[in-house]
């Protein structure tokens, strides 16, 4: 759980340009199927400079301190991308980033950029939920004989699963803001009443069978 100022200001950014969208009582369905009381859009970001730039920065902090700065930096189909490119601008690295699957035309590439076997990558992923398109990723740039420092999103829903996928993979991974800070902050902007904590805190336990209190 992130309690920090610059995650508390993450999640206060991710707020208030709706990025993030909270409504328990009239929930999301995912691709999965899955309800959910929250919708997050982190790409709304780049349509905000100064919030861009912000979350540009915090990027470059987490990485340096976790990591140390990289060879490369590879951002994630689709979300990661412009927020990898920003970062590999900031730190003045090369950028490269990895498709879902291997193009089906031309040179049939699933990495897309110049990089050299056995340097060292930093991951740039928008968000994680399971961690299963963030993951496939980091295995195809591993099977390109790279070496993965870690990976850094924006924010993260906490599921158990996602950290359950994280570990078996070896991977190590870091979060801007996570789903209790953006509660926290959401709570502090009114924009979730007290009543509705425990049923968003039920969705983020089991999300596969929660449903909205009625």
């Known amino acids: ?117 056995n340097q060292n990558v930093v991951v740039i992923e928008d968000l994680i939920s399971t961690g299963s398109s963030s993951l496939k990723a980091v295995e195809a740039l591993r099977e390109a004989e790279l070496k993965i420092k870690g990976l850094v999103a924006i924010f993260s829903y906490g599921f158990d699963v996602a950290k359950d996928n994280f570990k078996e993979a070896a991977c190590n991974y870091q979060v801007l803001t996570d789903y209790d800070t953006l509660i926290d902050q959401a709570i502090k902007s009114n924009l979730v009443e007290l009543s509705q904590v425990e049923s968003l805190k039920d969705w983020r336990r089991s999300p596969s069978t929660w449903s909205p209190k009625k």
């Open 1 to 117: 759980m992130l309690k920090d100022h610059s995650s508390l200001k993450v999640a206060e950014f991710l707020l208030q340009i709706k990025a993030v969208v909270i409504q328990p009582k009239t929930p999301f369905t995912w691709a999965s199927g899955w309800l959910s009381p929250m919708y997050c859009d982190n790409r709304k970001i780049l349509s905000y400079p100064l919030i861009r730039t912000f979350i540009r920065h915090e990027f470059v902090k987490k990485i340096e301190e976790a990591y140390g700065k990289p060879d490369v930096i590879a951002g994630v189909a689709t979300g990661g991308i412009p927020i990898g490119a920003l970062v590999a601008q900031e730190m003045n690295l090369p950028f490269i980033y990895v498709r879902p699957k291997p193009k089906g035309h031309g040179l049939g590439n699933q990495i897309e950029g110049v990089f050299d076997k």
